[in-house]
C-alpha cells in the first residue's frame, strides 16, 4: 500500500485491523498446536460477508518521552477492506485501491493497494515462513476473552500484542508495544457486525477537491 497522505498516527491502526483480517494462510505460528483458537474464529467471522463497525480511539504512548497523543474516529471493516473517519482524514481500502481524503486540504489521494508491499501491514509482525510469533487464550470469569500474541524476532513491527474480546466475541480493545518499547492502545466501543454494505467502503471527491491518482 501507498501510505502517503495517510497520517502516521494512523498507520498502527491500520496494522492491527489488518491483523484481524489477515488469512491464517499468510501466518505461521511458532507451535500451531498453541494457536489461539479465539483469533482463529475471529477470523473466521470475517471471512462472511460482513463488516464490523465501532467508535474508533487511539492512543499512543512515545516511550521515551511519556507523551500521549489520542486520535478519535469511526471505522468499519471486512473481510479484504476497511473505512476510518476522523476529523482530519477519510482513509478506504477497498480490495486493490486505497484513497484517502486529507479534508483540511481537500484533497483526495488514490492509489494501489497490495497488502504484500505494505510496510505497515501484518506482514512486517507475522513474517511467512518464519517462527515469528506465539499466541494465547485466556477466559475471564465473565465469559469476557483474551488473546495474546508475543514475538521474540527484534525486526517485527510489534514485539507483544493483546487482543480483547466480549462475550459475544466481538474486539474490543487493541494493546500493542512496538519494537521502540512505544505503547498503543485502539479501543473499539458500540461495536457490531453488520450486513456488509459495500456503498459504505465507496468515497467519491467532494465539490473542488485536488485528486492525486498514483496508480501506474
Known sequence: MNTY???TLIK????LVLLLLLPMEEVRAADPAQESQALEQLRQRFAGDVMFRAELSHHFTDAFTEE????YGTIWFGRDRYRIETPDQIIVVNGTVSRVLNIRQNRLIISNYDAAEDEFAP???FTPGEVSYQS???TAPDGTHRI???SDDPFELFQQVTIRLSREGNPVQIDAVDQMDNRIRTMFRFGRFLDLDL???ALDPPEGAEIIDLRE
Not at 500521549?68 to 486520535?71: E, L, M
Open 12 to 15: 498502527p491502526v491500520l496494522t
Open 123 to 125: 506482514s512486517r509482525f
Open 5 to 7: 497522505g495517510i497520517s
Open 148 to 150: 495474546e500474541i508475543t
Open 199 to 201: 456503498q459504505q467502503f
Open 68 to 71: 500521549v497523543t489520542d486520535t
Open 136 to 138: 494465547e487464550d485466556f
